[in-house]
């Protein structure tokens, strides 16, 4: 097909990034906004070789599973891809999603993959779960700051203060941020430029305590008229911590390297099961709460502890499995390459009463393959040993050489716990492959409903035992 061009289709599937997937005569179409099961009128926006991207000009016949969505933005937003979907077809899409790369990619039958398959972990609210959101800051045409998500694919600012997946605060907070800087004219970031003050708005929010954390990332070192900001944002019920971070690098990382208290401590408190974490601006925490309570209730059960077991947690940031573990084992070892995060780590335990996790500083494919090297120079005719291990890597999954130490460390299982179910799978195929072990159970859980995104857990199983 070329550019330009219009044709019907009917989308048979969504590909990663939440676009609808058809075919004209064997050529395949990505298309953004279309649903499992529409057919309708598109065209052609990029041509390629073997596919093209085009562009939703009408809906001929609904999907049955087309529903119209609860945010007004959602068809422009980059944050939500497939809120235009059922709930009850996105739960079915993101189970068939891991289930087809264990099996084309893991090489896993779909016999093996059925057998050991349970049913995809859902919400009973699959809005206003978040606990974090971060607001960029701009400028519109009339020169006044607007806040709000980026746009698919781009860095333009769709206007929105009350996100659909967000907390009801949110929209207090960033209007009562806005008017502060139209009144006291204080400019949003400019990226082209690298001129402005304001370029995010942070916030966090305790489900359990209710705590609530502003953190704004400041292209300078200090907010003109602070002290203005500060008392009206403190008179918000739950308010807790109210910080800056500068962060003056023309970089898209959203955080600076340190934080400042303006008022209230540094820190929010939150709970995942009965363990208690402190939460700072630059802490790493699951965004949804109740999907993570099930997630690591799952990795627990996983784990199968008795309470002389030794544990390695992987990729441990503060300590969330880690502590979660640490309840059942005789003694977890934490490894996180962020020295911030296993500040925190070791600052949880403290305060939850746990002495049998200890925290490492370092990647997890360089730490534990030396720690099992210097264990046997100490202990001669001997090998490092864990009874369990859980990895819970990034999307990039686990480097080759540390999945080689994990199979040498023996464990009696491993829990994976995967962002991203390609490169798990990919993984698994190493560890069930020449690593001896086999798949034993899997489940998605719905961490970020109304996006392609699924969080996996996986148990596998030494073959001999």
């Known amino acids: 097909m070329q550019k330009n061009e219009t044709a019907i289709v009917t989308i048979e599937d969504i590909g990663v990034n939440g676009e609808g997937i058809g075919r004209v005569d064997g050529y395949t179409l990505f298309i953004k906004d279309a649903v499992i099961g529409d057919v309708a009128e598109v065209k052609v926006t990029k041509a390629k070789k073997n596919y093209g991207y085009a562009r939703l000009m009408r809906v001929i016949t609904p999907s049955k599973d087309r529903v119209e969505p ?20 996105q739960l079915a899409f993101k189970q068939a999603k891991v289930k087809g790369n264990l099996e084309r990619i893991g090489g896993f039958s779909p016999e093996v993959t059925e057998k050991t398959m349970d049913p995809i972990v859902g919400m009973d609210e699959p809005f206003y779960y978040r606990n974090k959101a971060q607001f960029p800051f701009g400028t519109d045409k009339a020169g006044n700051p607007v806040t709000g998500f980026y746009a698919g694919r781009t860095h333009d600012i769709i206007e929105n203060t009350d996100c659909a997946l967000g907390i009801s605060v949110n929209k207090e907070i960033l209007e009562l941020t806005l008017e ?23 916030i966090r929010y305790g489900f359990k305590t209710g705590e609530i954390m502003v953190c704004y990332v400041i ?8 002290e203005v900001l500060v008392e009206k944002l403190s008179a918000i019920k739950g308010m ?12 898209n990382v ?12 540094g820190y929010i408190t939150d709970y995942i099961g009965d363990v208690r974490y402190q939460i700072s601006p630059l802490s790493f925490y699951q965004v949804n709460p109740a999907q ?11 784990a199968q502890l008795s309470g002389h077991e030794t544990v390695w947690d992987l990729y441990c940031g503060i300590g969330t499995i880690s502590l979660f573990l640490a309840q059942q084992a005789r003694e977890v070892q934490g490894v996180e390459i962020v020295p911030q995060a296993i500040e925190d780590a070791r600052r949880n335990a403290e305060i939850n009463g746990i002495e049998n996790a200890r925290f490492y500083v370092g990647k997890a494919e360089e730490v534990l393959p030396k720690y099992y090297e210097n264990y046997a120079k100490e202990h001669p005719g001997e090998h490092a040993h864990a009874d369990v291990i859980v990895v819970d890597p990034p999307r990039k999954g686990c480097e080759e050489s540390l999945l080689r130490t994990m199979v040498e460390m023996e464990p009696e299982r ?8 390609a490169t798990l799978a990919r993984d698994l195929k190493f560890l069930c492959g020449e690593g001896g072990y086999r798949l034993e159970k899997w489940r998605a859980v719905d961490q970020f409903p109304m996006t392609v995104h699924v969080e996996t857990i996986v148990l596998i199983q030494k073959k001999n035992s």
């Open 70 to 89: 609860v945010c007004p933005h959602a068809r422009r937003c980059g944050g939500c891809q497939i809120q235009e979907m059922s709930y009850e077809r």
């Open 180 to 202: 502060f800087m139209k009144r006291y004219k204080i400019a949003s970031y400019n990226e082209t430029t690298g001129e402005g003050l304001i370029r995010h708005a942070l």
């Open 219 to 226: 292209n300078g070192k200090k907010i003109p008229y602070a």
């Open 240 to 251: 807790t911590s109210i910080t800056i971070s500068p962060n003056r690098n023309r970089t």
């Open 254 to 265: 959203i955080m600076g390297e340190t934080y400042e208290t303006l008022w209230g401590q």
């Open 292 to 302: 993570t309570e099930k997630l690591y209730g799952l990795a627990l059960e996983y």
């Open 414 to 421: 491993i829990v994976y716990v995967s962002c991203d179910s």
